[in-house]
DNA sequence: ACGTCTGTTCTCCT
DNA sequence: TAGGAGAACAGACG
């Protein structure tokens, strides 16, 4: 489920559910699971450890503690659910990390597919994670100014998709909202970075804040829906204008919506309404 | 039954 | 060093 508005909305139902919970046990049923350190010491280090506060980078759930910063991302299809009791839980065969607070619930990680990570760091060292420091700038802060973008874009030798996807120009995109981002732009996902005009640039920008934004209010979005987990039972949906609508009218224009390859991801467009128009360079 | 596709990102290679 | 292919997995779909 994992693009910035689910984490964040992943983020939100969290804290409200397990702010200041002290854990007793974790229980690790997929060792992969865990990137650093081991998972002995994962383990043994988080016994006692206080959920202090959940923070959100990019696609990263930042879980501050009381002497570690957990770092959890869900990739493709990691989720978390919230048993209250012990009576309630149900562990099935994709419940790879458990952890039991000294109150009696407990919080399991879900991952069918089992490509998501937990790091464990010292405390406030997070940030300093690889993954989460070569991030670009969040779509929301100042960071990400309109000089600085499209200094990124000019710079860059791909074409505007991967280069979105990419985490680096501008965190928490992902292949729906890229899609969906690059429609409201009418830019081809397709056109090279640095040949977009000031003015698609401009457009682009405004299309990333908008679309992130309102998907943030919505609470995210779910392609395929699974009960109980974070982030997806009882949310609104944002509506989407072209992801998953491969013949659909465009809602702007009519045209049947089309799906290519662009670097090996699946993408969603309108033919007429995104056409290749940038300048030459 | 089999090939293809999937909300991600890391590594390896050129 | 930038970017493309393949990998890590499991399941849904036609």
Redesign the pocket.
Known sequence: ???LP?VETVKKGLLHLVQHKRIAEVIVRWP?IVEVPTVDEFCQNLIGEQIENIQRR???LLFKLTHFDLIS?????GKYEYFPEEELVQVD??THVIFKFTDGSQLHYND????GRMILVEKDQGPLY??IQ?LGPEPTSDEFDLANFASNLQK????IK??L???KVVAG????YTDEALWFAKIHPQQPASTLTHSQIEDLREAIIEVLGRAVKAG??????YKNAL??AGAFQLDLMV?GKTDEPCPRCGTPIA?I?V????THLCPYCQKIRGQDS
């Open positions: 489920m994992p693009e689910e992969k990019g696609k990263f991302h869900l990739r493709m299809e065969k994709h069918v597919r089992k490509f690889k993954g070569k860059s030798t791909s074409f991967p280069l996807l990419n985490q995109l992902g292949n729906i995210g979005t779910t392609i395929r829906s982030g997806e992801y799906k390859q670097g090996q991801r699946g």
